[in-house]
């Protein structure tokens, strides 16, 4: 079977870990600060911006509190978002808002925004889809017209630029997922970025109980060591030196996933460029780059879900990613989505990750085109 997505992890994650076992601390530690420092220099930004947490979702639930949206709070986010976006605005009592995406893109634009904007909107809540970046240039004028926070799900985007900086780093706050699906895999994981230093301060404390000192050691003050105060109902949401020592390894392969990932794009393109029933992925816009997550195509007959069939059962496996939160029932909300909709009809992610050879990928081409010349 050719998965649409698997990771690529070797000797050198293995070794790490090994060294964290016979260091005799696998909790939080050294390891884990060394990653976030490498993450910080990743984004161009400072190790005062960059906190790490245990999963991407956790940063979702937990930019509600951070960003200071209330219940009752309205929150935008894209109908074509992770579900863990949908339940955070959600769980926090607060309402969602969805609006429609670019059919094409997935990626929700300034105009789509703007008509669900009202006076009780507090925050948007972005999706970068498949680490592709939406029009910050446009978005970010918009958010702060309405005074708007700006919360944004790079999840997939852990190379993604926008315009000569990292994605993620225009918004309050930004989030990048490191679990099992993803092209940094530490197991689970997340990486989030603050706009505002004191935010990042703030975001500690929540993620560890909002403890005011995070153990006897640091608490000077304290002749007891095992006294201490809470700033907030925090939660506990932490990475480990295991976790840590695969993402380390992990990160330091990024530009060669990179390489192979947007070969694999590249061979896509080529194959199936002349196929007219498809539509390929929109052409990155100038001065942006890409992650290279999803290779997603569309079907402009109709055909999609035959075609993911004929696949699979030839040990292919796509898939189509994410499905519209207006259609899942619990939320409860309906309205015009076409954009949406179009997208979630038509669209086709092919297997993408840094192992596929490139013999499988023409092999996947191959039966694409036999697909067509039998069915379209
Ligand atoms: C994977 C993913 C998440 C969740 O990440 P976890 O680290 O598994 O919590 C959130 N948003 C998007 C867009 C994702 O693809």
């Known amino acids: 079977m050719i998965n649409v997505m698997q990771p690529t992890l070797g000797q050198e994650e293995l070794d790490a870990i090994k060294n964290v076992f016979e260091s005799n601390w696998i909790g939080k530690g050294g390891?884990?600060?060394?990653f976030e420092k490498m993450y910080a220099e990743h984004l161009g930004s400072t190790p005062n911006r960059v906190l790490s947490t245990n999963c991407c979702s956790e940063g979702l639930f937990s930019s509600m509190f951070l960003c200071d949206v209330k219940p009752g709070d309205e929150v935008i986010v894209p109908t074509i978002s992770f579900v863990g976006a949908g339940n955070a605005v959600c769980a926090n009592g607060s309402r969602l808002v969805l609006c429609d995406v670019d059919p094409r893109t997935l990626n929700a634009r300034a105009e789509d925004i703007e008509k669900v904007i009202t006076p009780k909107t507090k925050a948007i809540l972005l999706l970068h889809f498949g680490g592709v970046p939406c029009d910050m240039d446009?978005?970010?004028?918009?958010?702060?017209?309405?005074?708007?926070?700006?919360?944004?799900d790079c999840a997939a985007g852990v190379c993604s630029q926008y315009k000569g900086h990292a994605l993620g780093t225009d918004g309050d706050m930004a989030m990048w997922s490191f679990d099992a699906m993803k092209i940094l895999v530490s197991g689970d994981g997340a990486i989030l970025h603050?706009?505002?230093?004191?935010?990042?301060?703030?975001?500690?404390?929540?993620?560890?109980?909002?403890?005011?000192?995070?153990?006897?050691?640091?608490?000077?003050?304290?002749?007891?060591?095992?006294?201490?105060d809470i700033s907030a109902y925090g939660h506990r949401a932490i990475m480990n030196n295991v976790t840590a020592a695969m993402a380390i390894e992990q990160f330091k392969k990024l530009p060669v996933f990179m390489e192979k990932r947007?070969?694999?794009?590249?061979?896509?393109?080529?194959?199936?460029?002349?196929?007219?029933w498809m539509e390929l992925p929109t052409p990155l816009e100038e001065g942006t780059k890409s992650s290279f997550y999803f290779y997603h195509i569309q079907l402009k007959n109709g055909k999609r879900d035959e075609l993911a069939r004929y696949l699979r059962e030839r040990d292919v496996?796509?898939?189509?990613?994410?499905f519209p939160l207006h259609r899942v029932p619990y939320y409860g909300i309906s309205g015009n989505f076409s954009g949406a909709d179009y997208a979630a009809d038509h669209t086709l992610c092919l297997p993408m990750h840094q192992s596929l050879t490139s013999n499988e990928v023409q092999m996947i081409i191959d039966m694409i085109r036999e697909f067509g010349n039998k069915y379209c």
Do not use: C
């Open 262 to 276: 947007e070969a694999v794009h590249n061979a896509y393109n080529e194959g199936l460029k002349d196929l007219e």
């Open 317 to 322: 496996y796509t898939t189509y990613r994410y």
């Open 194 to 228: 603050f706009k505002d230093p004191e935010l990042r301060e703030r975001a500690d404390k929540w993620l560890y109980f909002g403890l005011e000192a995070k153990s006897g050691y640091e608490n000077s003050v304290s002749q007891k060591w095992w006294e201490f």
């Open 138 to 152: 446009t978005i970010m004028p918009l958010a702060k017209n309405y005074g708007l926070k700006v919360i944004e």
């Open 31 to 34: 390891l884990v600060a060394d």
